[in-house]
């Protein structure tokens, strides 16, 4: 099986900054994109940033400019460095990967990790 931990995160004041971490364990051959969303209870969960095994990176909106998503491939760890926060980015984050389990077939699953809550305060 497959698990992503996530770490990070916390209360911050406006302004301020926070990173989160997800790592994969598990039975791993190898991971296509990584990627970062959140949801506001109540709405659809969006997308903050995804990277993918190129190193290619795409951000939602209200992301651009200010969180930076990043990869290292030897931990199969995505980061997600969040700088100035705003009260709006008030969200639990989850970490999402792309993972093939195996060298003989190109199945391709989808894992979530466990969430963590990210407030910012005015």
């Known amino acids: 099986q497959v698990q992503l931990v996530q770490s990070g995160g916390g209360l911050v004041q406006a302004g301020g900054s926070l990173g989160l971490s997800c790592a994969a364990s598990g039975s791993i051959f190898s991971i296509n994109a990584m990627g970062w969303y959140r949801q506001i209870p109540g709405e659809q969960r969006e997308l903050v940033a995804v990277?993918?095994?190129?190193?290619?990176?795409n951000y939602g909106d209200s992301a651009k400019g200010r969180f930076t998503i990043s990869r290292d491939n030897t931990k199969n760890t995505t980061y997600l460095q969040m700088n100035s926060l705003k009260p709006e980015d008030t969200a639990v984050y989850y970490c999402?990967?792309?993972?093939?389990?195996?060298?003989?077939?190109?199945?391709?699953?989808?894992?979530w990790g466990q969430g963590t809550q990210v407030t910012v305060s005015s």
């Open positions: 990277v993918t095994s190129g190193g290619t990176t």
């Open positions: 999402k990967m792309l993972i093939r389990r195996s060298p003989t077939y190109s199945v391709v699953y989808q894992y």
